[in-house]
């Protein structure tokens, strides 16, 4: 037996439905001040969260482009003494390759 919708559309049209159909919260709290002052949202961050959220700041601190690298093949290129390993760079596409099929 099935529970889930099977698509997203159907998923939010069943949303929108039973929103429809429920009383608005406001409507009930505007009734009672009482329970007005005694619910309210809150908003709980996990440890794990926190820890995500630094190291993506820190990520954000380190540059896209390691200028000196670049500067260094560059100045290879210009001198000539650049040298392309095609077996190298062969075995690190396979590889990859091969990684990525195995943890699709």
């Keep these: 037996m099935e529970i889930t919708p099977k698509n997203q559309a159907d998923a939010i049209e069943a ?3 039973q929103v429809q159909v429920k009383p608005k919260t406001e409507d009930l709290n505007e009734k009672d001040p009482r329970q007005q002052a005694i619910k309210s949202d809150t908003v709980v961050i996990s440890e794990t969260a926190k820890r995500i959220q630094a190291a993506q700041s820190q990520l954000e601190t380190i540059p896209d ?3 000196e ?3 260094d093949i560059k100045r ?3 001198d000539g ?3 392309i390993k095609p077996d190298k760079i062969a ?3 396979i ?3 091969l ?3 195995l943890f699709k």
């Design 91 to 93: 075995e690190k596409m």
């Design 81 to 83: 003494t650049y040298e």
């Design 15 to 17: 949303y929108v439905n």
């Design 99 to 101: 990684l990525n099929d």
């Design 95 to 97: 590889r990859e390759s």
């Design 69 to 71: 690298k670049v500067a």
């Design 76 to 78: 290879r290129i210009e």
């Design 65 to 67: 482009v390691r200028s």
